[in-house]
């Protein structure tokens, strides 16, 4: 059993049915990306992004957004010392490994502004100055879906930040009897275990971004993004960003199964939850009754894949 299993493994102790979304999220965290999860309260969003902050060795912060928090509370802020004559800088909540950003979309736009920088630059500036922020860095956000009460949308440039979206939806039957009987009298974080420390965390997303990427694979990750651009049901396509992300994300499939180079496969399983959050939709898809990831897997069928 490698790493990546044994990981997962730990996570699933206390995140129970749902092997897809747990999987999903180390795949992003092991490209150094952001992972946007929409779902209704309650359902372990916070209990896996904890999770892995144990089983991965990292410091974990969290910030419970409402339409009072301040930018200043997620980068942090200066303060005039009256000893010294200087401004000593106060580091905010994002200073961390991986940053928690818990109901994103219930804040306002000027705060949710406030982590653009973080997530794309890994850094932040305050009053002028740049403070860079450690590595690893990653973001797990959760927002309400849309039209739940007190929220608003998140913009563009940010949703194009987040490497995939997922939902992890209701439990079944049998998954939340498994959770109500592990805590049971107990707290069910104490049986998460550390498997990586973060420099043996750093190494891992080292490997995956010197997975192999021929020509062709280029090329088909490239034609699908396009397929995107030009497909009559989707009024924008994704951008370049996308095509980035897509390529992290297939290099982090092949690393988690033993390869040093990515297949048509890799990018297959992970389109979806990578391209569907970045696209809009037009009046035809509407009237057509079909939504993105419908389109997306229409696109995945239809766009030829290398041989190899």
Do not use: W
């Not at 490497?163 to 104490?190: I, Q």
């Amino acid at each position: 059993m490698n790493k990546f299993q044994l990981i997962t493994n730990e996570v699933k102790k206390v995140i129970n049915g749902k092997d897809r979304a747990v999987v999903t999220t180390l795949l992003a965290l092991l490209t150094g990306g952001n992972i946007l999860i929409e779902d209704i309260p309650g359902v372990g969003k916070t209990t896996m992004a904890v999770a892995f902050s144990k089983a991965l060795g990292l410091e974990y912060g969290r910030v419970q957004f409402t339409p009072d928090t301040l930018p200043s509370d997620i980068t942090g802020f200066a303060v005039y010392n009256k000893d010294t004559g200087k401004f000593t800088f106060n580091k905010g909540a994002v200073f961390c490994n991986l940053f928690l950003a818990d109901e994103l979309n219930r804040t306002s736009s000027r705060t949710q502004a406030a982590l653009l920088e973080a997530m794309e630059e890994r850094q932040v500036t305050v009053e002028g100055s740049t403070f860079k922020l450690e590595k690893p860095f990653s973001v797990i956000a959760t927002q309400n879906p849309t039209g739940a009460s007190g929220t608003q949308l998140l913009p563009d440039s940010q949703i194009d930040r987040f490497t995939v979206r997922l939902s992890m939806g209701y439990p079944d039957s049998n998954a939340e009897c498994k959770m109500l009987l592990n805590r049971s009298g107990k707290n069910p974080f104490d049986s998460v275990n550390c498997i990586v420390s973060k420099n043996e965390f750093l190494e891992m997303q080292s490997e995956v971004q010197n997975v192999f990427v021929s020509d062709d694979m280029a090329g088909y990750i490239v034609s699908l993004i396009s397929a995107t651009r030009k497909h009559p049901l989707i009024s924008r396509g994704a951008s370049p960003r996308a095509t980035l992300s897509l390529s992290d994300m297939a290099k982090a499939v092949a690393f988690a199964e033993g390869r040093d180079y990515i297949v048509p496969r890799d990018v297959q399983n992970i389109f979806v939850c990578t391209v569907n959050h970045r696209i809009i939709l037009n009046a035809k898809a509407s009237a057509s009754k079909k939504n993105g990831e419908e389109i997306l897997h229409e696109i995945l069928r239809k766009t030829p894949k290398p041989r190899t």
